[in-house]
């Protein structure tokens, strides 16, 4: 919850303990580093709305381009992408 709600800002994975649940995984997360810290970042991303117990207020810049970044993405995916060429 605590990363859920921005009072931390960083979540670490121990290679040990993958390997302890799926040894095969650990395996490939060495071998392909990238791949999997995107797989885990992403898998993160996506559960994290389920661990809010609570609004998180903006902290900082950072937040608000992050929100409006995503709001894009979301217009772009329903067709509405609004914004102009260059």
């Known amino acids: 919850a605590a990363l859920a709600h921005r009072e931390r ?14 040894p095969e995984l650990a395996e490939a997360a060495c071998d392909n580093a990238k791949r999997y810290s995107r797989l885990f970042a992403d898998a993160v991303h996506e559960l994290l709305p389920l661990h809010r117990e609570r609004e998180v207020s903006r902290k900082d810049v ?8 995503l709001l894009l993405e979301q217009r772009g995916r329903e067709g509405g992408d609004n914004t102009r060429s260059p």
Do not use: N, P, T
Not at 9 to 14: D, E, H, Q, R, T
Not at 62 to 69: A, F, K, M, P, Q
């Open 9 to 22: 800002a960083a979540l670490y994975v121990a290679l040990d303990d993958v390997a302890e649940e799926d």
């Open 62 to 69: 950072l937040d608000v381009y992050i929100e409006h970044r």
